[in-house]
């Protein structure tokens, strides 16, 4: 008992841990994965900025930012200066120096991205792709070699929308991150697509997995093991107290024998000896024999189920063939039937078991004395067993008075009884099925209750069927 009890706390904590485990690594990776996807974001939007300043294209109002510093974009490892307008219009150099002169005086005045929170090598990690309306390359304005083709469908929608950013995937299954824009000038390219290659970002989160799922597994191991010395160590003061109560239950069972069978030994020679006109007497010794023989019985449960709780029942199972074997039950019992007007009855049996044979008589008579004691005059009682997929069903049937809904859960409760009064006048300590249950489980069986109030019970006992 306490074992499976260990083995379920142990369980327990080393869930609470994997849930521990699983949201620190979560939440671990979820940010890493975050902090990518928003650097490459925004280092495209950045580069985008960039790129529609060196065109000398307007910039999208979507793509200005807080800060409006034309001057230098501030880059984390230094001083990045913007780039010149790939297009200048073609005049002579005193006309160039008063343009450019006139064009960088009102852009100070407009917006433009600030990269500080944006590192430069993640910029130049960015390919530019200058598309025409059929998104054809016009020009390769990258400093470093590519083989990555123009995605139209992206460009389709920029074109339709103003802008789109999707993630993609190249035709080696590469991932890959783009930002296309449509270009507002009416000359030069229609539209400018721009792309960041995240095999990088992609093999960084599968070496970060990896390692969480390393220390992960390593974790568990080493808190599976924690678990089960702490369980082991909760649980000691409660197996101690257990194992001190079922040694006390057993001690005290095996004292009481002695005393009691003394005891009815006793009423037994002074009942014989009384004269028979001495009824009073007689009756006072006869209430001694009837305690006597409830005390005793009440020992031999409080023993059993010591037994049961402690696992130290030793079961003989074996073969029981059930038709033979009912058969006898039904006529022990037909005769106890007979005196109180109940019929006791055989239907159809068949099928072979593997159990105690002892054990497996005390679980049916337990059944069949609850059935006798429910069942008024004229009543009928039945038992019937048939094969069940790999198991056997043994079925107790009685045309007693039943049991409220309310009560059947707890029926298998011990020392519960449905009706206290009745239950103390019959000698019924409410044992019984609670050791009928014991035993059957320790057949490796199940047993059940159906039962309506007013129309019958009926037992059902499940065990195991042997095979040749």
């Known amino acids: 008992m306490f074992r499976g009890l260990r083995v379920r706390l142990s369980l327990l904590y080393a869930l609470a841990a994997f849930v521990l485990v699983a949201l620190v690594s979560g939440g671990a990776y979820l940010v890493v994965a975050g902090y990518f996807w928003n650097v490459t974001d925004l280092a495209l939007r950045h580069k985008m900025a960039h790129e529609f300043h060196a065109l000398n294209a307007p910039l999208p109002p979507d793509l200005v930012p807080a800060d409006r510093d034309w001057s230098v974009v501030r880059g984390e490892v230094g001083l990045v200066p913007l780039p010149k307008p790939r297009t200048p219009a073609r005049r002579d150099d005193h006309e160039d120096d008063d343009e450019s002169h006139e064009q960088r005086q009102p852009a100070a005045e407009h917006d433009t991205p600030d990269t500080s929170a944006v590192d430069a090598a993640e910029l130049a990690a960015i390919i530019v792709l200058p598309l025409d309306a059929s998104g054809r390359l016009l020009f390769n304005p990258n400093s470093v070699a590519w083989s990555l083709s123009p995605d139209r469908a992206a460009l389709q929608s920029a074109l339709a929308n103003g802008s789109d950013l999707r993630t993609g995937v190249t035709p080696d299954g590469s991932r890959v991150r783009l930002l296309t824009y449509r270009v507002t000038r009416s000359d030069g ?94 009756a006072l010794m006869s209430d001694v024999l009837t305690e006597s023989d409830h005390m005793r019985r009440l020992v031999d449960d409080l023993l059993i189920l010591s037994r049961l709780d402690s696992d130290r029942l030793t079961l003989n199972s074996k073969a029981v063939d059930l038709p033979v074997f009912l058969a006898m039950i039904q006529r022990q019992v037909a005769r106890v039937g007979e005196q109180r007007g109940i019929s006791v009855e055989l239907e159809r049996v068949c099928g072979t078991v593997l159990a105690d044979e002892e054990r497996l008589q005390q679980v049916l008579l337990i059944a069949l004395d609850n059935a006798l004691r429910h069942t008024p005059t004229g009543g009928r009682i039945t038992l019937a067993a048939g094969p069940r997929s790999h198991d056997v069903l043994i079925r107790i049937t009685d045309t007693g008075s039943g049991i409220a809904p309310e009560h059947l859960p707890h029926v298998f409760e011990r020392f519960y009884r449905v009706d206290p009064a009745r239950g103390r006048e019959n000698g019924n300590a409410g044992l019984g099925l609670s050791i009928a249950q014991g035993l059957v489980r320790a057949m490796g069986g199940q047993i059940a209750l159906e039962s309506f109030p007013g129309v019958g019970t009926t037992v059902c006992v499940t065990l195991p069927q042997a095979h040749a």
């Open 189 to 282: 390219p229609v539209a400018l697509q721009l792309a960041r290659d995240l095999s990088d970002q992609d093999q960084v989160l599968h070496q970060l997995t990896s390692g969480l799922l390393g220390l992960g597994a390593i974790g568990m191991a080493l808190v599976g093991v924690a678990s089960w010395w702490l369980a082991g160590r909760a649980l000691r003061p409660a197996q101690d107290a257990w194992e001190r109560q079922q040694r006390f239950i057993a001690s005290a069972s095996h004292e009481l024998r002695t005393p009691l069978t003394l005891i009815r030994a006793t009423a037994e020679v002074a009942m014989r000896a009384l004269p028979s006109e001495q009824t009073d007497q007689r």
